[in-house]
């Protein structure tokens, strides 16, 4: 089993639905959880950033973290065409930033005008 | 946000050439320098970690006299593929921690020939 899961889709929807994206992991050291969007041609830019079990709100985006079930998901409401890229799930043990990631495949969005 | 700039974006080489990899940060200092590596349809995957003026730390499996990092100063390093192979043509991205955050670069496609 890889340490993290994450459905690579593609994911198709229509402009203004509501987008929810899931990860799985096995590591239970997992401490830190990240969302990366990563538009074509470009470096993944951090989008969320959670600390253990919650949830986190962002404009429209919402992080929630379930570490009892080792699952994370990433919500965005009222999406636009402008959120048609890839999301990678991200985990870190420790440090956050300075340490150590593992990656989701990452999961390929369109959004529909 | 901070830039990390990573070049070349894009790069084809024959069997048995070398090929450099730079990613410089522009308005940071970057201490760690971390280098991953992303196959068709699969993770992100570390491949080392670098801090300024020590020698690279290199994950299992990732040879270390193949690919050759450099993180000489503060504001770069460089990844050497040496004597590639098409077995090495993949996605290689760059991720400079600051001591904040950590910011990734463009990423470089290499198709060995």
């Known amino acids: 089993q890889k340490e993290v899961e994450q459905d690579p889709g593609p994911l198709s929807v229509p402009e203004g639905a509501i987008v929810s994206l899931n990860c799985t992991y096995s590591?239970?050291?997992?401490?830190?959880f990240m969302w990366y969007r990563q538009y074509s041609r470009k470096g993944p830019e951090l989008l969320m950033y959670?600390?253990?079990?919650g949830n986190k709100e962002d404009g429209r985006f919402t992080a929630q973290v379930d570490k009892s079930s080792k699952y994370i998901s990433l919500f965005i409401r009222d999406s636009q065409p402008s959120d048609s890229a890839t999301y990678l799930c991200a985990m870190s043990e420790d440090g956050g930033s300075n340490y150590k990631l593992t990656f989701g495949k990452g999961t390929l969005l369109t959004v529909n005008p | 946000g901070a830039v990390v700039s990573q070049h070349p974006s894009r790069v084809i080489c024959k069997s048995g050439t070398s090929v450099k990899i730079e990613c410089r940060s522009l308005?940071?200092?970057?201490?760690?320098m971390f280098w991953y590596r992303q196959f068709p349809k699969q993770s992100l995957m570390l491949m080392a970690t670098s801090n300024e003026g020590s020698k690279a730390t290199y994950e299992q499996g990732v040879e270390k006299d193949k690919f050759l990092i450099n993180h000489a100063s503060l504001t770069l390093s460089t990844l050497t593929v040496t004597s590639a192979h098409p077995e090495d043509s993949s996605f290689y991205i760059c991720?400079?921690?600051?001591?904040?955050?950590?910011?990734f670069g463009q990423g470089t496609r290499l198709t060995v020939v």
């Open positions: 308005d940071f200092q970057a201490t760690t």
């Open positions: 991720r400079a921690w600051g001591g904040t955050e950590a910011f």
């Open positions: 590591n239970s050291a997992f401490q830190y």
């Open positions: 959670t600390y253990s079990s």
